[in-house]
């Protein structure tokens, strides 16, 4: 067993609104844990395709700067995947995004590494990676084979701009849940997915399937956390909000460092209810300041 993190899915620019105009702005959920892990000391290996445009040297540039792997990123020369963002009034985002032929989506089993040989401690993916095709099943297929090493956290970052067809995204998400060991999702995540249904019902539906532990997270009401026959909520730490972009990459950050430093089943009880207070602590820091800037390890000790 290695010690290395892998995280799995897309970096791509984020278009913010400053002003009259847009600012160029590095993004995506996977990239946004991965930063956040690495900012926690723990050694992150960010996998995807990165392109040698200009915007694919900002993206190399800020994960290496905030001390992210990149031994197993494809470098290449397709273009780099953008979101054009819009911001409401209270911070929260929506996105547009412009994904076809870019670098960003391009995962092939030819680049990705071999989990037998490797064999990292865990694996975090998701987001937009996990839905579009032809990636999707590519990184399925590996990652039923990662998962015979180790665990997977998944975490769906829904993008109902991107794949519409409700029906459509719960299968998918549906898929990598069976496979993962714990998942990380928001409230309005499962809303859209299941508006007929609670929360309580679809999260022990997921624990029947054999997922061990699922954080929920609710904005500034806090974060669930559900384990069989456990359940155990925080409150969100009150703060000035600038935007919302990355609290949540923040929280599952924490909880893949949890797991990394406690494993899965000792993830109960007071530790539980510790990692949950610390993620909370993080994502209140994220969300303090302008862009997916997660706290460093000293900002939250």
Not at 42 to 66: A, P
Not at 76 to 89: E, N
Request: net charge negative; with cysteine; glycine share 6%.
């Amino acid at each position: 067993m290695s010690d290395q993190v892998w995280v799995v899915g897309e970096v791509l620019i984020d278009l913010v609104p400053d002003a009259d105009q847009h600012l160029a702005v590095v993004g995506g959920g996977p990239a946004n844990t991965a930063k956040a892990l690495a900012k926690l000391g723990v050694k992150t290996h960010f996998i995807d395709g990165i392109s040698n445009d200009e915007y694919g040297q900002m993206v190399k540039t800020e994960l290496l700067s905030s001390n992210v792997l990149l031994d197993y990123a494809q470098y290449s020369k397709k273009p780099t995947c953008t979101a054009k963002v819009s911001l409401s009034k209270s911070g929260s985002a929506s996105y547009e995004f412009i994904i076809e032929d870019t670098a960003t989506f391009d995962f092939s089993d030819q680049w990705l590494p071999d989990p037998q040989s490797l064999k990292p401690l865990l694996l975090h993916i998701g987001t937009l990676a996990t839905v579009i095709e032809p990636g999707a099943s590519v990184l399925f297929d590996w990652a039923q084979r990662v998962a015979q090493v180790a665990p997977i956290v998944f975490d769906p970052n829904i993008r109902p701009t991107v794949l519409g067809n409700r029906d459509e995204y719960v299968n998918k998400v549906g898929k990598w849940v069976a496979i993962s060991s714990a998942v990380k999702v928001s409230d309005e995540d499962l809303s859209w997915l299941y508006p007929d249904k609670v929360i309580d019902e679809i999260v022990n539906k997921w624990l029947e399937v054999g997922v061990e532990l699922v954080l929920v997270t609710h904005g500034e009401q806090g974060i669930t956390a559900y384990r069989k026959n456990e359940q155990i909520s925080v409150d969100a730490v009150k703060v000035k909000v600038a935007d919302t972009v990355g609290a949540g990459d923040t929280v599952g950050a924490v909880l893949v460092e949890a797991i990394v430093e406690n494993g899965l089943d000792r993830l109960t009880g007071e530790l539980l209810k510790s990692m949950l207070i610390r993620a909370a602590k993080a994502a209140a820091v994220t969300v303090s300041r302008s862009g997916a800037n997660p706290p460093t390890l000293k900002e939250i000790e």
